[in-house]
């Protein structure tokens, strides 16, 4: 939105601002804090983060050359604790779509890069793009993979929460676009849609999922 609008002419500066916390998240979609039970180990772990992004007409060295608006996807998943795999859907329209729409290859990405899928929603996105012809495993990259240990953290399928891809893009990935190490990456934020009744209901969860491509300018 804030690319949309500087490209608009609406302003010269937009800020786009964004943020997740453990616990008003965890109490509110998965189980009270001091409930203490058992998570599934398709459960994420949700980041206390923030992220805030200047987006103008100023030149930088780092740049918003495309997007991908996201459509809703619904695969009927209702497992309010396996977000991975209800978002999964989501990610694979939009980086399929973007490749389709750009005339781009996968190699023509250093990296492609999902916001938090976590390591069952990776798996499931593997195989939904192999079905559609195009393997990402060696550009793959998703925040809530690598925001947190796994194995020293115990934090299951990974991070998630709107602050996971925010402080992720802002610490590790636009460094590395900056400096030049990576040329173009696709980055696409994921996320899942339900509210703490509908999933309670028996309702769905779908997913969205927008693209956004970042380049290096020298």
Same mark, same amino acid.
């Given at each position: 939105?804030?690319?949309?609008?500087?490209?608009?002419?609406?302003?010269?500066?937009m800020?786009?601002?964004?943020s997740?916390?453990?616990?008003s998240?965890?109490?509110?979609?998965?189980?009270?804090?001091?409930?203490?039970?058992?998570?599934?180990?398709?459960?994420?772990?949700?980041?206390? $983060?923030?992220?805030? +992004?200047?987006?103008? @007409?100023?030149?930088? *060295?780092v740049?918003? /050359? =495309?997007?991908t608006v996201?459509?809703?996807?619904?695969?009927g998943?209702?497992?309010?604790?396996?977000?991975?795999?209800c978002?999964?859907?989501?990610?694979?329209?939009?980086?399929?779509?973007?490749?389709?729409?750009?005339?781009?290859?996968?190699?023509?990405?250093?990296?492609?890069?999902?916001?938090?899928?976590?390591?069952?929603?990776?798996?499931?996105?593997?195989?939904?793009?192999?079905?559609?012809?195009?393997?990402?495993?060696?550009?793959?990259?998703?925040? $809530?993979?690598?925001? +947190?240990d796994?194995? @020293?953290?115990?934090? *299951?399928?990974?991070? /998630? =929460?709107c602050?996971?891809?925010?402080?992720?893009?802002?610490?590790?990935?636009?460094?590395?676009?900056?400096?030049?190490?990576?040329k173009?990456?696709?980055?696409?934020?994921?996320?899942?849609?339900l509210?703490?009744?509908?999933?309670?209901?028996?309702?769905?969860?779908?997913?969205?999922?927008?693209?956004?491509?970042?380049?290096?300018?020298?």
């Amino acid at each position: 939105m804030s690319a949309m609008s500087v490209a608009a002419g609406y302003g010269d500066s937009m800020l786009a601002v964004t943020s997740s916390h453990f616990g008003s998240a965890e109490k509110e979609f998965r189980f009270p804090l001091g409930y203490a039970n058992q998570r599934p180990l398709s459960a994420h772990w949700t980041v206390t $983060g923030s992220g805030a +992004f200047l987006v103008g @007409t100023e030149k930088s *060295h780092v740049r918003i /050359s =495309g997007v991908t608006v996201g459509k809703i996807v619904d695969y009927g998943l209702k497992d309010s604790q396996n977000m991975g795999a209800c978002m999964a859907p989501a990610a694979m329209d939009t980086i399929t779509r973007n490749l389709e729409d750009f005339g781009r290859t996968v190699d023509d990405y250093d990296r492609i890069i999902t916001g938090d899928l976590g390591y069952v929603g990776q798996d499931i996105l593997f195989d939904l793009m192999q079905d559609k012809g195009y393997d990402i495993r060696v550009r793959h990259m998703d925040c $809530g993979m690598v925001i +947190f240990d796994q194995k @020293t953290q115990d934090t *299951h399928a990974g991070g /998630s =929460g709107c602050g996971c891809a925010a402080v992720t893009l802002a610490s590790y990935i636009l460094p590395k676009i900056r400096s030049g190490e990576w040329k173009r990456v696709l980055f696409v934020p994921t996320g899942a849609l339900l509210s703490t009744v509908s999933f309670n209901e028996g309702a769905s969860v779908p997913g969205i999922a927008h693209g956004i491509v970042l380049e290096h300018v020298n």
